[in-house]
C-alpha cells in the first residue's frame, strides 16, 4: 500500500488488525464505553470501541506522556547513592479511533518536549506509537475545530485517517509508514473506487479568529472578565488533565528506605497549588489569574514561542469541567470585543 | 545532615546474650546520618554515660539513639546524660532491646535482625527531634474552697495554716454545714457543735481566709494555676460590716411561721434570721421570699427597730472576681426525698421522721432542748423503730450504693434515746450492719449489748397507722422470713446519702467529671483519690462519695497537701510532649481551618479560640490553640485534624511516619 | 418557563432589589444541556436562572470561595444537600448563622430560610437520606467478597488522574491545604498510581465519615466516571449505623471526635 | 522494609516470615510488652512496635501507610476501655476504627490483616499471645502484595 492513497477498509479486515496486533502484544487505545462514559482504555477487539462516541473523556496524550512516568530510580543511602536511568522502552502503541483534532495535538507536545533538548522518554513513545484516527460524522456544541485550523477530516498528526463509509466499513488514508505498517497487517487491500461514497462530515461552524486572538488577549491581561468569566470555576485542574496538547507536570521524588525513584507527574494549572510558593505567597493567587494564564498560555505565548496554538479544538476540557466552563463560548464572546 | 550518635547496651548477659551487640553497632553505624555507633557492658552505669556523654561532645552530635532497656526504665537517665553533655534532653531516644527483644526471643539471626530494625526506627526519629523545652506556667498562690462544710473548713484551715490565700465559698448563710446540724458523733459521742464551733470560729478569723457565705460561684474559667473565679454574693439585705449581730430585727419580724431549715422543719423562724445562734458569721439574712416588705411593700419593722441600721432592703447581687491557682471541691451531700418510698408513710405520718430530724430532737441546741419528743404530739415516744438501707443498696427505687454512714449514726440514734428514755424500746430493722472503721464495731456492740437496742435482720414492707400507734410490718430474715410486726410510737429512717441535685450542673461549669449517681469523680479510684482529671482541682468529702466525719477530714487534708504542693514552686513545670497548632507566615498564618472538631477531642478541654488580626486590628482568621497548661499530649486532636494543622511534641507527624518507612 | 422558575427569577430580583442579599447563586442554562452555576447581582439579570430536575450541582460549594465572599451577602438556590451542607459548614464555623439566605424552589413557590432553624426545620421535613441510588449500589458491592470489591476499586480508580474535581466540587473538602497537600511528611503520593489513587479515596471518605451531605457532586464531577461518591456515602452510613442516626453530617456533634463508653464493635481483640 | 529479613533458625528458612507493624499506647499496651519481657514470655520475633502516647494519637493514615510500605499485617493496641490514661482517648480511638476498618472492608482492603486489640499494662501473657497469633494467621495469609505493588501499578 502506497502513502498517500485511500483504501477501502472493510469491518471484517478491521478486526483481523486488532486479532493481529493483540496477537503480537500491541496495546491498543481506543474509546471504550464503561457504565454511560466513554473514556480512552486498552481495548481487545473492535466490538469493545465505541465507534459512535463524539468524543471519550481522557486524553490520548496518555500514550506518550503517561501521567505517572518514571525518569529515574536510586538505591542505597547516604554516602553509598546509585542512580539509575531508565531504559527509554516503550511499549508498542496503536491508538485508535481518536478525532482529528485530538491527533493534531501529537506535534503540539512534540513542540513542547523537543524544542531544546530532546525529551528522549518522550520521543520514545512517539516513535512506538501509531495513531489511526477517525473521521468525524457528527459534532457537539463543545466542539470547534475549525476555529484553530483544524476539521472533522484533518489528517495532521495521524499515521492512519480512517472515515466511516455509507453502507459500512472504511475509507483508509495511509498518511505515513507506520500507518502503512499497521495497514500491512491485513494484507493487501483494494483502493477505494469512486463508488465508495464517505459518510458526510459535520459543519463545524467557526467560532471566533483565531488570528484576532493575540491582540485581544493581550488587550484584555487587566480585565474583569477574567475574574467575572471564573466565578463558577472551582479551581480543579481537569481541564488541563483533559487537554490532548496540555504538557505541564510535576517532579516528584518518592524515597523508601533503601533507595527511591523519581517520578514525572501530570499537573493543571488550574489547581492553586500549581505556583503556591513555599513562603505560603501565590502569585496566581485567585481563579481569575489561573483562568487568564491558561487561556493566554494556550492563544498567547504558546504561539508567541511555537507560531501556534496550544489548542485542537476538541472541546474535551468543556465537556469534562463540572463547572461548564466553555473555552469555545469564552474565546467567541472575547473576539467578539466585550 | 544529622550527626546521630548509637549506644549499643548489652545489659550484662540480658541483651548481649541474645542479640549480637557488635553487630547491631554496625549495622547502625551504616546507616545514613549516624556518626558514632558502639556497644558497650552497662550503658546505664557511669562509665557508660560518661561514654555517651564524651561522644556527644567529641562527635558534636545532634541526636543519641541508646539501645538498651524500656524507655520506660532509663529514658530519664539517658535523657539527663544527654543533658549534661550540653544536648537537649529530648534529642535522645530509646531502642527497647531488652524488654521487646532480648528477653522475648531466643537467640537467631532474626532476633538480631529486628533490633537492628529496631534501631534504625530510632534513629529515623531521632534525626526529626527537635529541641523541646519543659513547659512553665505561672501560679497562683491562692485557693478556692468550695463548700462551708468540716470538709470545706479543715481544708481551708490546712491551706491557709500552710501560709496560702484562701477564699471560702458557702452557699448558705453559715458555715458549718451537717455537722453543724447533729447532736453527737460516733463512735465517741462527743457533742458535734462541740468539736466543730471552735473550727468555724478560726477559719473565719483567719487572716489567710476570705469568706463568702450565702454566696455561690458563677463561673470558673482558666486553668491549672491560673483559674479565674467569679462569686455571686447574694444580697443578705444586710450590711454585714456595720451589723454586731443583736438580733433584735430577729425579734421584731412579725413573719413567724416559716419552717426551719436548721431544724429540718422541726421549729419556725422568722424572715430576718440567724439559721442558728452559733453560726458563722452571726449575721442574719433576710428572706426574700416570705418578707411582707417584698410582698406588699409595707413594713420594714427589722430596719425601724436595727439601732446600727444595718438593714439594706435594697441591696442587689454582687459579682466579686477572685485569681486562684487550685479549688478544693467540698460540696457535700444530701438526704434522699423519700417520696419514692410511701409504703413508709413518710410525709404522711408526722412521727415518721428521718435521721436528720432525729439529730435535731436529740440535740441540746435543737426545738426540743435535747428531750426526746415526737413531733405529732410532743409525747415521749416509748417505742422506736429505726429503719436502715432506707433508699440505700436498693436499685429499683433507690440508689445501688452503701451509704456507708447509716449503719453508725443509726446505732448512735438507738443508743442517745436509750440514754435519754430508759424506759423506751429501740428497734433497729437492718441488712447488714456494716460497721468497717476504727472502734466501729465495738460501738454497735455498745448499742446492743449494753443500751439494750434489739437489731432485727430484716425489711420493713410497710408502716400505717392504727389507733394512734404506728405499726411497722416486717420479717425476720434470721428466723427464716418469720414476720415481725412492731407497734411503735416513732419512726426513724436512715435515708440514703446522695450528690446534690446541683452537683451535675457545677461538674460541667468546673470541667470535671462525675460518675452515674453525680458524685464527683477522682483522677483514680486507688491511687489519685483527691484529684480530679481536671489539672488544680480537688475533692474533698461527702461530694465524692458518702463520707463519715473523720473521713471527710483525713481527705480534705489529703487535697489541701495536694494544693500546698502545688503551690510550692513558683511556676509549674510540665514535659513538653503536648499538642501544638501551626502556626505560618502570611497570609496563610495557619494550616487550622478553624473548624473546631478537634475540640469535642480534647478530654482536658485544652483547645481554645485565637483570633488572628491585622495590625489595623480586623479579624482575618479564627483558629485552634492549645492551651498548654492544660494539655496533657495525648495527641487525639492530631489524629482528628485533617489538615494536619496540630502536631504533637515528641510524637510529630514527621517522626512517626519516619518511624513507619524505616521498616 | 416553570411556575417554579418565575417565582424564583421574581424572588431574585426583589431580593436584589431590595438590597437584603449581594447576589443569588443559582443554577443557569449550560452547554451540553447541562446546567450551569450563575452569580446573579442585578434584579435585570435574574431571567439567566432556571430550576428543574437536572439541578444537581451542590451549590454550597460556592459559600466558602473567596471570589464569591467578597461579593456580599448571598442567597443561593438550595437543593436539599444544600441544606445539609448549610447546617454542617455552621457547625464547622465556616458559616454564621444568618450569613445565607437559602432559597428553597417548591411547587407551591419559593421558601426564604434565613437562618439555621428555619433550615434545620424544613431538613426535618425531608427524607434523612439524600441519595438512594448510592445505597442500592453500596448493598450490591458489600455482597461481592473482598477480592471483588479490591478488584473494582482498582479498576474504577485505575482511571483516577487526581485532576481533585471531586475534591473542588465538594462543599465539605473546603480545607485549605488538604492531607494529600501535607509534604512534610508526604501522607500521599502526589502520583496517581495504584497507592496514590487508593489513598487519596480512602482518606478523604474517612474525612468526609460524619460529615458527607451526600450529594454525589464528587462523582458527578469526576471526568473519568468514577463512583468516587460511594465511598464517602458509605463512611456515612457506617457513621450513622453504628453510632446513630443524629452521628451523622447535620447532626449535632462529630461522631469522630465524640464517643460513647458503651459503644459497640465486634473486632476488638 | 529493612534489608534484613527475619528468619526463625536454618530450618524454616524457606518459610515466609511476615512483617507485622504494631501501634501501641505508652501507657497499657507498651507497658504490657515490657511485662512480657520482664516475665520472660517468648513471642514470635516478627513485630516492630512503635510507641505512641494513646491510641487517639493513631493516625488512620498510618496504617495505611504501613502496609503500603511493606507491612504484611498491623496490630493496633491500647488500653481497655475506662482504662485509658487520658480517660477517652482509646474511645476516640474505637470510633475511628469501627469506621475505619468498615471503610477499608468496602474497598477491598483485607481486614483481617489489620488487628486492633486492647492490652492492659498487666497482661504480659496477653500480648505474647496476640503477636504469636497474628504472626501465624498473617504468616498463612502470606505477603500483602496487593498493597505493596500498587505504588507500581499505574507507572508509565
Not at chain 2, 439 to 457: I, K, M, P, T
Not at chain 2, 472 to 497: F, S, W, Y
Request: net charge neutral.
Amino acid at each position: 500500500m502506497i502513502i498517500g492513497e485511500r483504501y477501502q477498509l472493510a469491518p471484517k479486515t478491521l478486526e483481523a488488525i486488532f486479532a493481529a496486533l493483540a496477537r503480537d502484544g500491541v496495546r491498543v487505545l481506543a474509546p471504550r464505553r464503561v457504565d454511560q462514559h466513554v473514556a480512552l482504555l486498552p481495548v481487545k477487539s473492535l466490538a469493545e470501541v465505541a465507534l459512535d462516541a463524539v468524543q471519550a473523556s481522557g486524553s490520548a496524550k496518555a500514550a506518550v506522556f503517561p501521567p505517572v512516568e518514571q525518569l529515574l530510580s536510586f538505591t542505597g543511602s547516604g554516602q553509598d547513592l546509585r542512580l539509575q536511568d531508565p531504559e527509554p522502552t516503550a511499549p508498542p502503541t496503536v491508538v485508535f479511533g481518536i478525532r482529528p483534532c485530538e491527533a493534531r495535538a501529537f506535534k503540539s507536545l512534540q513542540l513542547v518536549f523537543d524544542w531544546d533538548s530532546p525529551d528522549t522518554l518522550f520521543d520514545a513513545h512517539l516513535a512506538m506509537t501509531t495513531v489511526v484516527s477517525l473521521g468525524c460524522t457528527q459534532a457537539d456544541e463543545a466542539c470547534f475545530c475549525t476555529s484553530v485550523g483544524g476539521g472533522p477530516r484533518d489528517t495532521q498528526g495521524s499515521d492512519l485517517l480512517l472515515q466511516p463509509l455509507q453502507g459500512g466499513g472504511f475509507a483508509a488514508d495511509v498518511l505515513t509508514a507506520k500507518g502503512q505498517a499497521l495497514l500491512g497487517l491485513a494484507g493487501e487491500l483494494l483502493p477505494l473506487g469512486p463508488e465508495g461514497m464517505l459518510e458526510p462530515a459535520p459543519e463545524v461552524e467557526p467560532a471566533f479568529d483565531a488570528a484576532r486572538l493575540p491582540e485581544a488577549l493581550e488587550a484584555a491581561f487587566d480585565s474583569p472578565v477574567w475574574g467575572e468569566e471564573s466565578l463558577r470555576c472551582l479551581g480543579c485542574g481537569t481541564c488541563a488533565f483533559v487537554c490532548p496538547t496540555c504538557s505541564c507536570f510535576d517532579i516528584q521524588d518518592e524515597k523508601r528506605d533503601g533507595g527511591g525513584r523519581r517520578l514525572r507527574c501530570w499537573d493543571s494549572c488550574g489547581l492553586h497549588q500549581f505556583t503556591l510558593h513555599a513562603s505560603g505567597h501565590n502569585p496566581r493567587e485567585t481563579q481569575g489569574q489561573r483562568w487568564r494564564q491558561r487561556v493566554s498560555h494556550k492563544f498567547l505565548y504558546f504561539p508567541e514561542r511555537f507560531s501556534a496554538a496550544a489548542c485542537v479544538g476538541c472541546g474535551k476540557c468543556a465537556r469534562a469541567c463540572p463547572a461548564d466552563m466553555s473555552l469555545k463560548e469564552f474565546l467567541r464572546a472575547l473576539t467578539r470585543g466585550r | 545532615m544529622s550527626r546521630v550518635g548509637v549506644f549499643v547496651c548489652h545489659c550484662g548477659e540480658n541483651i548481649g546474650g541474645t542479640v549480637d551487640c557488635a553487630a547491631v553497632a554496625a549495622a547502625a553505624a551504616r546507616l545514613p546520618g549516624v556518626v558514632e555507633a558502639v556497644d558497650y557492658k552497662y550503658m546505664c552505669s557511669d562509665p557508660g554515660q560518661n561514654l555517651l556523654k564524651e561522644a556527644v561532645k567529641a562527635k558534636r552530635l545532634d541526636g543519641v539513639v541508646v539501645a538498651a532497656c524500656s524507655p520506660r526504665m532509663h529514658e530519664p537517665t539517658f535523657r539527663r546524660a544527654t543533658e549534661e553533655a550540653g544536648l537537649n534532653p529530648y534529642q535522645c531516644e530509646m531502642a527497647n532491646l531488652r524488654e521487646h527483644c532480648s528477653w522475648v526471643h531466643l537467640k537467631a539471626d532474626s532476633t538480631t535482625a529486628k533490633a537492628v530494625d529496631l534501631v534504625r526506627l530510632q534513629v529515623e526519629k531521632v534525626k526529626r527531634n527537635k529541641p523541646l523545652h519543659p513547659i512553665r506556667v505561672p501560679v497562683t498562690r491562692r485557693a478556692l474552697v468550695l463548700g462551708g462544710g468540716i470538709a470545706g473548713i479543715q481544708a481551708a484551715l490546712d491551706i491557709a495554716n500552710a501560709g496560702h490565700e484562701v477564699i471560702l465559698v458557702e452557699k448558705s448563710p453559715s458555715i458549718g454545714g451537717h455537722m453543724s446540724q447533729l447532736s453527737e458523733t460516733f463512735p465517741t459521742l462527743d457533742c458535734s457543735q462541740c468539736i466543730l464551733t471552735p473550727r468555724m470560729v478560726e477559719v473565719a478569723r483567719h487572716p489567710k481566709v476570705t469568706l463568702y457565705t450565702w454566696s455561690e460561684l458563677e463561673r470558673l474559667e482558666g486553668f491549672v494555676g491560673n483559674f479565674k473565679a467569679t462569686i455571686r454574693k447574694k444580697a443578705r439585705k444586710i450590711d454585714e460590716s456595720i451589723c454586731n449581730g443583736c438580733g433584735v430585727c430577729q425579734q421584731k419580724c412579725p413573719v413567724k411561721k416559716i419552717p426551719d431549715e436548721f431544724n429540718e422543719g422541726l421549729s419556725f423562724r422568722k424572715a430576718i434570721y440567724v439559721p442558728f445562734p452559733q453560726a458563722v458569721p452571726n449575721k442574719p439574712v433576710v428572706d426574700v421570699a416570705n418578707c411582707t416588705y417584698y410582698k406588699t411593700g409595707k413594713c420594714k419593722a427589722c430596719e425601724k427597730y436595727c439601732d446600727q441600721k444595718a438593714i439594706r432592703l435594697d441591696q442587689q447581687d454582687e459579682l466579686v472576681v477572685h485569681e486562684v491557682g487550685a479549688v478544693v471541691l467540698a460540696t457535700g451531700f444530701r438526704t434522699m426525698p423519700l417520696e419514692r418510698f410511701p409504703e413508709y408513710g413518710y410525709g404522711v405520718f408526722p412521727d415518721v421522721i428521718d435521721g436528720l430530724k432525729f439529730e435535731r430532737l436529740a440535740s441540746a441546741s435543737g426545738p426540743t432542748g435535747g428531750a426526746m419528743k415526737r413531733p405529732s404530739d410532743g409525747r415521749t415516744p416509748q417505742t422506736v423503730v429505726f429503719i436502715a438501707c432506707a433508699g440505700s443498696r436498693d436499685a429499683q427505687k433507690g440508689v445501688p450504693y452503701c451509704s456507708k454512714i447509716c449503719c453508725m449514726y443509726t446505732a448512735k440514734h438507738a443508743m442517745l434515746y436509750r440514754h435519754k428514755v430508759h424506759g423506751g424500746r429501740a428497734v433497729v430493722f437492718y441488712m447488714d450492719v456494716r460497721a468497717a472503721g476504727k472502734s466501729y464495731d465495738e460501738f454497735v456492740r455498745r448499742a446492743v449489748e449494753e443500751d439494750g437496742v434489739e437489731y432485727v435482720r430484716g425489711r420493713v414492707s410497710r408502716v400505717y397507722q392504727e389507733d394512734g400507734k404506728l405499726v411497722v410490718k416486717g420479717a425476720d430474715t434470721l428466723l427464716g422470713g418469720e414476720p415481725v410486726e412492731i407497734r411503735a410510737d416513732m419512726v426513724v429512717l436512715a435515708t440514703a446519702v446522695q450528690a446534690h441535685a446541683d452537683a451535675e450542673p457545677l461538674a460541667q461549669k468546673l470541667h470535671v467529671s462525675y460518675d452515674p449517681y453525680r458524685f464527683f469523680a477522682e483522677a483514680h479510684p486507688k491511687l489519685r483519690p483527691v484529684e480530679t482529671n481536671t489539672a488544680g482541682i480537688f475533692l474533698a468529702g461527702a461530694c465524692q462519695a458518702p463520707r463519715d466525719i473523720p473521713e471527710s477530714v483525713a481527705q480534705a487534708s489529703g487535697a489541701a497537701v495536694k494544693v500546698c504542693g502545688l503551690f510550692s514552686q513558683p511556676e509549674l513545670c510540665r514535659e513538653p510532649v503536648i499538642a501544638v497548632v501551626d502556626r505560618q507566615p502570611p497570609p496563610v498564618f495557619s494550616h487550622c481551618t478553624g473548624c473546631f472538631l478537634c475540640q469535642s477531642a480534647c478530654p482536658y478541654q485544652a483547645i481554645e479560640q485565637e483570633e488572628i488580626r491585622s495590625r489595623k486590628g480586623e479579624l482575618l482568621k479564627t483558629v485552634a490553640r492549645v492551651n498548654p497548661g492544660l494539655c496533657q499530649g495525648c495527641g487525639t486532636c492530631v489524629a482528628t485534624c485533617r489538615t494536619k494543622a496540630i502536631d504533637l511534641q515528641g510524637y510529630t507527624n514527621e517522626q512517626v511516619f519516619a518511624e513507619v518507612m524505616s521498616l | 418557563m416553570s411556575v417554579r422558575e418565575s417565582d424564583l427569577r421574581a424572588t431574585a430580583a426583589r431580593l436584589l432589589e431590595t438590597g437584603s442579599v449581594a447576589v443569588v447563586i443559582g443554577y443557569g442554562a449550560g452547554t451540553l444541556g447541562r446546567r450551569r452555576p450563575v452569580f446573579v447581582r442585578a434584579p435585570a439579570q435574574a431571567g439567566e436562572l432556571v430550576f428543574d430536575d437536572e439541578c444537581h450541582q451542590n451549590l454550597a460549594t460556592y459559600l466558602l470561595k473567596p471570589e464569591i465572599r467578597r461579593l456580599g451577602r448571598p442567597a443561593v438556590v438550595a437543593i436539599p444537600s444544600v441544606l445539609r451542607s448549610l447546617v454542617q459548614l455552621a457547625t464547622e464555623r465556616q458559616l454564621k448563622d444568618g450569613d445565607v439566605l437559602a432559597l428553597v424552589v417548591g411547587d407551591d413557590g419559593v421558601r426564604e430560610l434565613a437562618d439555621l432553624a428555619a433550615v434545620r426545620q424544613h431538613l426535618a421535613g425531608l427524607p434523612g437520606s439524600l441519595h438512594p441510588a448510592a445505597k442500592t449500589e453500596i448493598a450490591r458491592l458489600s455482597a461481592m467478597t473482598a477480592a471483588e470489591r479490591r478488584a473494582f476499586w482498582s479498576d474504577e480508580l485505575s482511571r483516577c488522574i487526581k485532576c481533585y474535581a471531586c475534591r473542588a466540587a465538594c462543599p465539605m473538602c473546603y480545607c485549605e491545604r488538604c492531607t494529600t497537600e501535607c509534604n512534610r511528611p508526604q501522607w500521599i503520593p502526589v502520583a496517581s498510581h495504584g497507592l496514590g489513587t487508593l489513598e487519596y479515596h480512602l482518606m478523604r471518605a474517612m474525612h468526609l465519615a460524619g460529615r458527607c451531605v451526600e450529594c454525589a457532586t464528587c462523582s458527578r464531577a469526576c471526568p473519568a466516571g468514577i463512583p468516587v461518591h460511594l465511598l464517602a456515602v458509605f463512611a456515612e452510613e457506617s457513621v450513622r449505623r453504628q453510632f446513630g442516626a443524629e452521628a451523622g453530617a447535620a447532626g449535632p456533634a462529630y461522631a469522630l471526635s465524640s464517643f460513647r463508653p458503651e459503644d459497640q464493635e465486634g473486632f476488638i481483640r | 522494609m529493612s534489608a534484613t529479613a527475619p528468619a526463625a533458625g536454618p530450618a524454616a528458612a524457606s518459610r515466609f516470615e511476615p512483617r507485622i507493624v504494631a501501634f501501641v499506647c505508652n501507657w497499657c499496651t507498651y507497658a504490657g510488652a515490657d511485662l512480657t519481657g520482664t516475665s520472660r514470655i517468648r513471642y514470635q520475633p516478627n513485630v516492630r512496635v512503635i510507641r505512641l502516647p494513646c491510641t487517639g494519637r493513631i493516625d488512620f493514615m498510618l496504617v495505611m501507610t504501613a502496609l503500603a510500605n511493606g507491612a504484611d499485617g498491623v496490630i493496633v493496641s491500647g488500653c481497655h476501655p475506662n482504662d485509658c490514661h487520658y480517660t477517652s482517648g482509646n474511645f476516640h480511638a474505637r470510633r475511628r476504627w469501627m469506621v475505619f476498618r468498615d471503610l477499608l472492608d468496602f474497598a477491598g482492603v483485607d481486614v483481617r490483616r489489620v488487628v486492633f486489640s486492647w492490652v492492659s499494662a498487666a497482661e504480659g501473657a496477653k500480648w505474647a499471645e496476640l503477636v504469636d497469633k497474628v504472626t501465624d494467621e498473617v504468616r498463612a495469609l502470606g505477603p500483602y502484595r496487593e498493597i505493596h505493588d500498587l505504588s507500581g501499578t499505574g507507572v508509565g
